[in-house]
Every structure is written in C-alpha cells, then in structure tokens.
C-alpha cells in the first residue's frame, strides 16, 4: 500500500512539472551534441523507441507508450527502433524487420514480447520464428524467406548506424526529434519517460513555431 501511494505521488509529482514544461537538460533528458536526421515527413515531428524484445525492462514499459502513443496527435509519428547489440538482439532486430517487411510488425508486436517475458520462449532460432510468424496469416516458408531475406539484414545493418549515430548505450529509450534523449535513468522511472517526452513533443512545437 505505501509503496503504491509512494509511485502515484511521484506520478503526480511529475506530471506537474511535465505539464508546465519546466524540464531541465541533463536532469530529466540529454541533448545529442549532434543531432540526428529524422526520417519522418516535413512537419512531423519523430519519437524514436529504442528497444530489445529481450529486455525485461523494455517490456514492462509497453504498457506506458503503449497508452501514451494513443493520445499523440497528428503532427507526431512513432519509429520503432530495435537495438542491435549482437548475438539475440540482433536476432530479435531481424525478426522485427522480417515481421515488418511481411505486413505482420503491428499486431507481432506485443505477442513478441509476451512470448519472451511471460512463456519464456527465447524465439532465436530460425525455425521456432518462422513457426512463430505463421500464427499472423503467413507462411513458414514465406517467414523464412524474409528472415533471410538481403532487405531484411540491410534493415538491420541501418539500424546499428543509426544507434551509434543516436550515442545509444542502452535501451529503453525515447529520442524526441533527432535531439532529446529520455532513458529510464534521466526520466527517475520507466513510468516518467512518457510524460518527459510528451513535453519534449511540446518543447519541439514552440521551438519551430518561433
């Protein structure tokens, strides 16, 4: 009881100065010295999720920008971003971009991860995901191919760029236009990285409307 009284005061807490916009660089977010080039249309602005289907902290914050990305508006659109680390990230990068590159990304997603956190299945191998991708109306054989697929390793390959480029060391983590960097640490809690980047989302509007 006192724990939970204790996270929705800090939720609370937060909102409050999420709301007024009164974030601070180096406290609640980072700035990137060198900005990375977004890859959304002109207007939009780019949240990137960096995330491993592996990570068990990745996984317990679905819930979160899940809910959040729900409420976003228009001008806003959501990359996802696997992150590849080698070994299962990897794997798991090419499975997303595999899942992707046959329509099935969207409705894979949150069953990945459930498969990994919540039945303890590894999904590494090339066999077990392309028995797993055939419960999303398609083939094994067609899963395989994309799993092996050059497109589908061209797509991991600018994936690991663009993490460099991103000076990402760890995931989760949310890039708000190319610049502001949320993670678990800066934000205080996986909880908190919505309400810092929905005002960073914010901070991005006022800025180009200057």
């Excluded at 809910?67 to 659109?77: G, I, K, N, S």
């Excluded at 990304?105 to 956190?117: R, S």
Aim: charged share 25%; aromatic share 8%; with cysteine.
């Amino acid at each position: 009881m006192l724990k939970a009284l204790m996270v929705a005061v800090a939720g609370l807490t937060l909102s409050a100065v999420a709301s007024a916009q009164e974030i601070v660089e180096g406290e609640h977010y980072e700035r990137l010295e060198t900005p990375v080039e977004t890859r959304v249309d002109d207007g939009q602005i780019e949240i990137t999720e960096a995330f491993w289907f592996g990570c068990p902290h990745c996984y317990r914050l679905q819930p979160e920008v899940t809910e959040w990305y729900e409420t976003l508006e228009d001008d806003v659109q959501v990359v996802h971003l696997p992150a590849t680390m080698g070994g299962d990230w990897n794997t798991h990068a090419t499975a997303f971009y595999a899942a992707k590159s046959l329509g099935i990304q969207e409705e894979l997603h949150a069953d990945f991860f459930h498969a990994i956190h919540e039945e303890d299945r590894s999904l590494t191998d090339t066999d077990e995901l392309a028995e797993f991708f055939s419960n999303y109306g398609v083939s094994e054989k067609e899963a395989s191919e994309a799993l092996t697929s050059f497109s589908v390793r061209s797509d991991v390959s600018r994936a690991n760029s663009r993490m460099r480029d991103m000076q990402l060391m760890g995931v989760p983590a949310l890039m708000i236009d190319g610049r502001y960097l949320v993670t678990p640490s800066s934000a205080g809690s996986l909880a908190n990285m919505p309400q810092i980047a929905d005002a960073l989302v914010e901070r991005v509007r006022e800025e180009r409307a200057e």
